[in-house]
Nanobody, 126 residues
Framework: QVQMVESGGGLVQAGGSLRLSCAASGLTFSNYAMGWFRQTPGKEREFVAAISRQGIITLYADSVKGRFTISRDNAQNTVTLQMNSLKPEDTAVYYC???????????????????WGQGTQVTVSS
C-alpha cells in the first residue's frame, strides 16, 4: 500500500520561508519521479515543481522559479520543497505526488502522477 505523507506546512509572513517534506512508503521510491502541486478553494490543482528519479532533472512552474527548490533523498524516500521569498499568492494546500517512470518536460498535469499525499496547508500573510 502506497503512502505519502506531507509535513512542514504552516503560517508564515510574506518574504519568509518554509520547507515541506514528503515521506513515501510502499513503493520503490527511486523508480518514481516526484512532484509538488498546490490547490486553493475553487481552483484546479496546479503544478509547482517536479524532480526526476535520480534527481538530475527539475521542473518548476514559472510562478515559483527562482524561489522554490525541489530535492529528493532516495535513501530516505523523501522529497523536499524549499520555499523562499514566499508571497500571499503562494497560500494553498500543497500536495506531493509520485509518477511511475521518467520525468518529461510536460509532466505537469495531475494525470501524469499516480499517487498523492493528503496535503499540507501553507498560509502566507501579507
Amino acid at each position: 500500500q502506497v503512502q505519502m505523507v506531507e509535513s512542514g506546512g504552516g503560517l508564515v509572513q510574506a518574504g519568509g520561508s518554509l520547507r515541506l517534506s514528503c515521506a513515501a512508503s510502499g513503493l520503490t521510491f527511486s523508480n518514481y519521479a516526484m512532484g509538488w502541486f498546490r490547490q486553493t478553494p475553487g481552483k484546479e490543482r496546479e503544478f509547482v515543481a517536479a524532480i526526476s528519479r535520480q534527481g538530475i532533472i527539475t521542473l518548476y512552474a514559472d510562478s515559483v522559479k527562482g524561489r522554490f527548490t525541489i530535492s529528493r533523498d532516495n535513501a530516505q524516500n523523501t522529497v523536499t520543497l524549499q520555499m523562499n521569498s514566499l508571497k500571499p499568492e503562494d497560500t494553498a494546500v500543497y500536495y506531493c505526488a509520485a509518477r511511475d517512470g521518467p520525468l518529461y518536460s510536460n509532466s505537469r498535469g495531475i494525470y501524469d502522477y499516480a499517487y498523492w499525499g493528503q496535503g499540507t496547508q501553507v498560509t502566507v500573510s501579507s
